[in-house]
């Protein structure tokens, strides 16, 4: 690793460049591959950093514009290699994009596509109702959701979620993309044929009477093996609201996007909508979820769907227009949830996002909702402005999954550049990515195959069992947590470290290296905005 802490993504030539260091220095430079001085500047002390732990140097680089690959030098230390290009956001963008495919549940991944992490075909035989295993489905396909092979409806939800809104905002960002995937080179941009394939298993999971299902698993996490090799019994598990409106909103947000190229298809996913809005409707009551006594797959459980039966009735309303949805809409609004959220366990945001971008709806809610989230970004930017690093984090930011709340905190500011027209967000959506691929306390990138130093070990069982030295590239690790809670991971750092030092790239720190879906789609989000 480098003792300079730069963004190993890169930077385009008009953008802001700012290296960090952890130790005192009064000057830096700008050097080439070929070991010559292209620039020179001074530094800023930028004081103690409460996160970190680090007393901070920045070197402000942004004037510099020559394209190519370099690296800051100050003192005897030097950073990793980086480049200076237009299309750099775009390579990381395929590269974080990519990553779904790598996901796919019940298909082979072929050479030509996967190359070396190519795998056989995986988790295709029927699933048994864990209520009455009498009862067989058939529920192949989709995305394994993170570390493990489990799928899971508000996680699967909340990933498209931020790939399809991606779609909607940033469209020239993926109609570009040469992915390749089975389905490249039809209809479909192949980010939304890559959607496709987890929507298709997501409607598989939908009860006749409009219920969904909250997740299909085996019992137990499989061991570390291909997936290929895990043949344990697949079940699926009791149905939840939260999973319910979760779908409907999803299967209504995707039904506008895939309007203009399919249809029938967009039909489909409005009359499932439909369907479990309905079902949500004559079921007012909160259905949450537990594991039940025997298996010990992830829960995703929640403790209300307020928040998600308002997405419900956001999304149903700007794909319909429908009175009943608007009137639903402001029901849910007398309950009190985060209106900014983007997260898996906290979709409120997703809803309040769909308010505004919809066709007409009420100026006073729509008000609302825009003051919400610029709000929310002027309280983020605070945050980054008192962290040397540009984090817009807090100290209880830094727990499982934080990666995804940096990059949902990345969202905000883009959507309030993007959509409200608060141009001075960019540079702090910028620095967020900057944070993911290298600008924080321990210099690394977080997402594997980006940088010199980078993630390479991830809590990830393809990862692990393929005995591919290289690790599948553009997975988003979950980042430091400060509450360090697996075994390995309390074993490994000590007590009392700064939160945004606790992290260990190791396989066995499961709170901290893990891989989810829903970490990778807001960074696919992010980067798409930042590309344009």
Known sequence: MG?????????RPDSVKMAVMPFPAETFEIVGTDGCVRAAGSTVCAG??????????TANFSDFSEKGSFRIRAGNMTSELFEIGESVY??????TSKAFYYLRCGCGLLEKYADRFRHGVCHRSLGYLWENKDISMEISGGWHDAGDYGRYVTAGSCALAHLLYGYI?????FDRQKLNIPESGGVLPDILAECRYELDWLLKMQREDGAVYHKVTTAHHA????????????????????AAA????????????YRQFDSDYSDRLFEAAQKSFEWLEKNPGFIGFNNPPGCATGAYGESCDDDNRFWAAAELYAASGDDEYQEAVKETLKKDFSLTDFGCYSVGGFGALSYVLGAGGDSDLIKRFEDGFVDEAYRLKELADNCGYGAAMGEFDYCWGSNMNLLKHGMIFAIADRCFGKREFRKYAQAQADVLFGVNALGISYVTGIGG??????HLRPAYADEVEECIPGMVSGGPNRNLEDPEAKKIIPTGTPPMKCFADNVGCYSLNEIAIYWNSPAVFLLAYLSL
């Open 3 to 11: 003792d300079i802490f730069i963004s190993q993504a890169g930077y």
């Open 246 to 257: 979760d779908f409907a909103a999803v299967c209504a947000l995707a039904s506008r996007v």
């Open 223 to 242: 061991p570390f093996i291909m997936p290929e090799n895990d043949r344990a019994q697949m079940f699926v598990f009791p149905i939840s609201s939260s």
């Open 48 to 57: 103690a950093d409460k996160n970190s732990g680090d007393v901070l140097y």
């Open 169 to 173: 905002l940033f469209p020239d960002a």
């Open 453 to 458: 130093y980078s993630c390479k070990y991830p």
């Open 90 to 95: 775009e390579k990381a963008l395929d590269c």
